[in-house]
């Protein structure tokens, strides 16, 4: 249906990044989960006579708590629906969600991964021209090497304005440093920060959604090693209730709500790689 003057969204960035939840482990709460981590000794001398050299394996777990828990209510009164061609309600939920989950979930995501501790990070530069982000991402693509950071999955996050600069430079240069990246995603500013706020959909925070933290940096580019970080939606529930079922007015409900984790394995912390505006 042509008739709703829709709002141009693009789909989620970070899709890509979701983690297999069948990999990791229910805690003993119900909002946590338990990620083993092992230990292991080195190599020793190896004597002809006595043999090895006893080593040692300590298996520990680390407990994460689930971050994430969003959630909203609409009503659409069944008139309006019906004088609507059945737009208002029957386009609210697939406009919200592109419109409203999608950009907080990536810009939450990206906040989140952005922030922790421990992550490989550049000098804060405003870049104005391709060769210099190119030179970037050279440094990028060496100190996770540097690292011992796995070639796979290694995924590029950069601004459209600056993957415009980069497009502009000579193809073969381009190609030979993008194509290091499984992929290369562009990410719009207004979800690419160092740090975001959750409104809380109440008083003075009526309209909800997210907003540019007090402390933030516009982020110029992330690389994003895939298996460095746990992002899993453990629970995404849209709920319809139709007018007939509701016993307080007649309307159509709309309730939307998501509970999830986004967080950086503790071990893996220079998976990640940050490059912020000065």
Same mark, same amino acid.
């Given at each position: ?14 899709? !890509?990044? *979701?983690? @297999?939840?069948?990999?990791?482990? #229910?805690? /003993?709460? =119900? ?7 092992? %230990? ?61 989950? !999608?950009? *907080?979930? @990536?810009?939450?995501?990206?906040? #989140?991964? /952005?922030? =922790? ?7 804060? %530069? ?153």
């Amino acid at each position: 249906m042509g008739l709703l003057d829709e709002v141009y969204q693009q789909a989620a960035k970070t899709a !890509v990044l *979701e983690s @297999d939840s069948l990999l990791v482990q #229910q805690g /003993a709460n =119900a909002n946590e989960l338990v990620i083993p981590k092992m %230990e292991l000794s080195g190599l020793g001398d190896y004597d002809r006579a006595s043999g090895y050299v006893t080593g040692d394996v300590k298996l520990t777990h680390e407990t994460v708590q689930f971050n994430y828990e969003r959630g909203r209510m609409f009503s659409v009164d069944s008139m309006d629906n019906e004088e609507t061609a059945g737009v208002a309600f029957g386009k609210l939920s697939g406009e919200f969600i592109r419109t409203k989950v !999608v950009p *907080e979930l @990536d810009a939450v995501r990206f906040a #989140q991964y /952005a922030s =922790a501790t421990g992550i490989l990070t550049a000098t804060a %530069e405003t870049f104005s021209a391709g060769k210099d982000i190119l030179d970037a991402l050279r440094e990028a693509k060496a100190a996770m090497d540097e690292a011992e950071v796995a070639e796979e999955d290694r995924y590029l996050f950069i601004t459209p304005t600056l993957m415009d600069l980069v497009d502009g430079v000579d193809t073969t240069t381009s190609k030979e440093i993008l194509n290091r990246f499984a992929d290369v995603i562009c990410v719009p500013q207004s979800r690419f920060y160092t740090q975001v706020t959750l409104k809380s959909g109440t008083s003075e925070e009526a309209a909800g959604g997210y907003a540019k933290g007090d402390e933030a940096k516009d982020i110029n580019f992330m690389i994003i090693h895939k298996p460095a970080v746990l992002q899993i939606t453990k629970h995404q529930a849209p709920k319809v209730i139709l007018p007939e079922a509701n016993p307080d007015a007649d309307a159509y409900k709309f309730g939307y709500r998501i509970y999830g984790l986004n967080t950086v394995y503790e071990n893996k912390q220079k998976g990640i790689y940050l490059s912020t505006k000065a």
